[in-house]
C-alpha cells in the first residue's frame, strides 16, 4: 500500500486556462473543453477556485480558509489536500513546487 504524498505547502496552485467556468448563485460551475465533462462546486470549493484567480501558495489557501471559515486546522488541511488533489486528477489545477 502507498500513500498519497502530501502537496507541499509551499507549492503554486493554478488553474488549468483551458476550463471554461461560471458563477450561479454563488457556486461555481465549470467544463473542461477537452473531456467535455461538467463540473459543478460547493460553496467551499467554489471559494477555493475563486482564491485561485491568481496562483496561490497551498498555504494562503489553508490561511483564508481558516480566517473566512469556522473550521479547525488539521481539518481544513486535511480536506483541502483530498480536494486539490482531486481537482488534479480531473485536470483542473496545476500544482508547481518552489
Known amino acids: 500500500m502507498s500513500l498519497d504524498p502530501l502537496i507541499p505547502m509551499n ?7 483551458e476550463l471554461l467556468s461560471s458563477e450561479i448563485d454563488n457556486e461555481i460551475v465549470m467544463m473542461n473543453v477537452e473531456t467535455g465533462k461538467y463540473y459543478g462546486m460547493n460553496s467551499i470549493g467554489s471559494e ?8 496561490k501558495e497551498l498555504k494562503d489557501i489553508h490561511a483564508s480558509l481558516l480566517s473566512n471559515f469556522k473550521v479547525e486546522k488539521a ?14 486528477q480531473e485536470n483542473l489545477i496545476l500544482i508547481t513546487n518552489h
Open 11 to 17: 507549492a503554486i496552485i493554478t488553474k488549468n486556462s
Open 48 to 55: 477555493i477556485w475563486r482564491l485561485l484567480d491568481e496562483p
Open 75 to 88: 481539518t481544513c488541511e486535511i480536506e483541502v489536500q483530498s480536494y486539490l488533489k482531486h481537482l488534479l
